[in-house]
């Protein structure tokens, strides 16, 4: 996400950092180089002007080229001000004093709102709450069904009558039946249109009136840049919107819809939709998005992944493997599997400081290389798993024919994996040769 304004916005930054002092005519210069990379990026033109005008303001407020690292300074005024762009600060979802707490989905068609709804459920139902899906949209064929079996997939509950044709009573009796079997949170997917048609808007505002939700939330599809920025405001003019869900901003490398939609209609982002797994939704945080727009990274997201994707008792018993030199190929497969599950490689790796710079510098990442491996592994026996140092040259050749890859792939595994365990063991004596010894001896 973002990889054309990050790139732009990298190389016009670098330039200032590279600089030992900067003239006013510099200062302007660069915002010039700035603004022209927003619009690249799909921005708002009126959004564009606005933010560089701020940066001005502020860049002559602190007479950045008076400073001793003037091109720094540029950096945070350019972070805060991109914080700013995107709200300022992160917007929880507000629960009922009284449980249930309803929450409606608007939208058109195409957005994703369906989709968003069973991820925004299994969401909460991961930080306790029990949600209830509810099925409103009654025209699009087979929407119902779309929705149990997202529903499914995520583990929640779905309530759509089959053959129902009232919207407003399908979304009353589900919150009758979630006050009754004690769900403490309705997600209702409202109906869709291809436009903001008058049709369309009536039915939302007479299912709003009737539910008077906590939370108004519209759905945008990031890809469609401006576009997502005209439906926002034709949506907001005509019923009460408290938020947006931004889906496909994995997809979307300018980012123009993200940087725009807060500006444009006075609502804030509370969740962005990073891929199409149901775990693909995360809280949306200004500071932490502003930070990986400028490539520094977002551990902050990466350490709420790992803890989201590994518990405290696998991380123990890993721990403790590693330090009696217990690591298996089956141990390595399992790591593997969870960073998988945290998302996509360079998603993840977008996260780690300093990797835009690297992949600017021709840094490449291949997922395909980690199936590779999972395909190898799983193609060895449990005792092979256990101890590698059994697997000849003919369990080699058959591991290579069971996972589609050449004797030299599985070689090259098995090296690198007693290279990776002969590191820890050399970590480990390190650390016990020192003062403190964090881990008790082994038995």
Known sequence: MFEGLQARLGEILRKATGRGMLREEDVDAT???????????????????????RLRDAAIGQQVWKHLSPGQQIVKIVHEELT????????????????PTIILLVGLNGAGKTTTAAKLAGFLRRRGRTPLLVATDLQRPAAVKQLEVVGAQAGVAVHGPHGATDP??????????AEAEAFDVVIVDSAGRQHADEALMAELTVMHQALTPRESLLVLDAMVGQDAVTMAEQFVARMPIDGVILTKLDGDARGGAALSVVATI????VFVGTGERLEA???????RMASRILGMGDVLTLIERAEATMSADAAAEMERKLRRHQFTLSDFLDQL?????????????????????ARAGG??????????????????????RAAPAIIDGGRRRRIARGSGVTVQDVNRLLKQF?????????MEERVRGGKSLPFPPRP
Do not use: C
């Open 84 to 99: 700013r762009l995107l709200g300022g600060s992160a917007r929880e979802l507000r629960m009922a004093p009284q449980a």
């Open 31 to 53: 915002l010039r180089e700035v603004r022209l990379a927003l619009l690249e990026a799909d921005v708002n033109f009126k959004v564009a002007r606005d933010f560089v005008g």
């Open 418 to 426: 007693e290279e990776t365990r002969r590191l820890m063991r050399q």
């Open 266 to 269: 006075g609502r804030p982002i």
């Open 363 to 384: 840094l490449t990442v291949d997922e395909k290389q980690l199936r590779k491996i999972e395909a190898m592994i799983q193609s060895m026996t449990p005792q092979e």
């Open 337 to 357: 599997q969870q960073v998988r599950q945290m998302g996509p490689l360079d998603q993840l790796l977008e996260m780690i400081p300093g990797f835009a710079k």
């Open 281 to 287: 939704l995360e809280a949306f945080h200004p500071d």
């Open 168 to 177: 407003v009573a399908v979304a009353r009796a589900a919150v009758a039946r």
